[in-house]
């Protein structure tokens, strides 16, 4: 996915590794989170402060971010069209590399295959802003319902079908096939 034009705020979800990096490979940060991520994306309508718990584990290339985090989006249901929050659970783990290094300052070389979602700052900073708002989408149900059994809308008039019957008579013959209708 690609990165929404900038963002207007910092979200919180930059962490200073600077001491981790400095560790022995396996050295452990647990943090618990709670923040506010209202405005991470324009597609996305968060209703809740994004909460959870991170775990940090210093690997011999990086940091491995390890995260279970709940939030609460508003979606639009796929059959009455009637916005709903829907609650989303994430679980993340990914592996940040530092850009320099944390001894001597000097550049490290950076991977193409690395992205920059996944790079540590210069200041020894890692911004989760990017990947959890990746994570947000890979988490919306590509057919999100307001309700297991929605009815959704009629065909004919749009009446909410959940919420009332409609008077409409279908037509249960499509006109293409009437002459097979005549044949019964």
């Known amino acids: 996915m690609t990165r929404s ?4 705020r910092d979200f919180g979800l930059r962490i200073n590794v600077a001491q981790l990096l400095k560790g022995p490979t396996g050295a452990v940060r647990r943090l618990d989170l709670c923040e506010d991520i209202t405005g991470i994306d324009d597609e996305l309508s968060i209703r809740s402060p994004l909460a ?27 059959r009455c069209l009637t916005p709903f929050a829907a609650p989303v659970q994430l679980e993340i783990e990914e592996e940040f590399h530092p850009s320099v290094d944390i001894h001597t300052g000097a550049r490290l070389p950076v991977l193409d295959t690395e992205e ?40 004919l008039c749009g009446q909410d079908l959940s ?18 209708k005549q044949l019964l």
């Open 163 to 180: 919420s009332e019957r409609c008077q409409c008579v279908a037509d249960s013959v499509d006109p293409r096939l009437e002459v097979l």
């Open 116 to 155: 920059d979602a996944t790079t540590i700052d210069e200041q020894h900073f890692l911004d989760l802003s990017e990947v959890v708002r990746q994570a947000i989408f890979l988490a919306i149900p590509m057919r999100p319902l307001c309700r297991g059994d929605c009815a959704g809308l009629c065909t």
């Open 52 to 78: 959870g718990s991170l775990t940090l584990i210093r690997t011999a290339d990086g940091v491995l971010v390890t995260a279970f985090l709940d939030t609460t989006i508003e979606l639009e249901c796929c």
């Open 5 to 8: 034009t900038g963002f207007a």
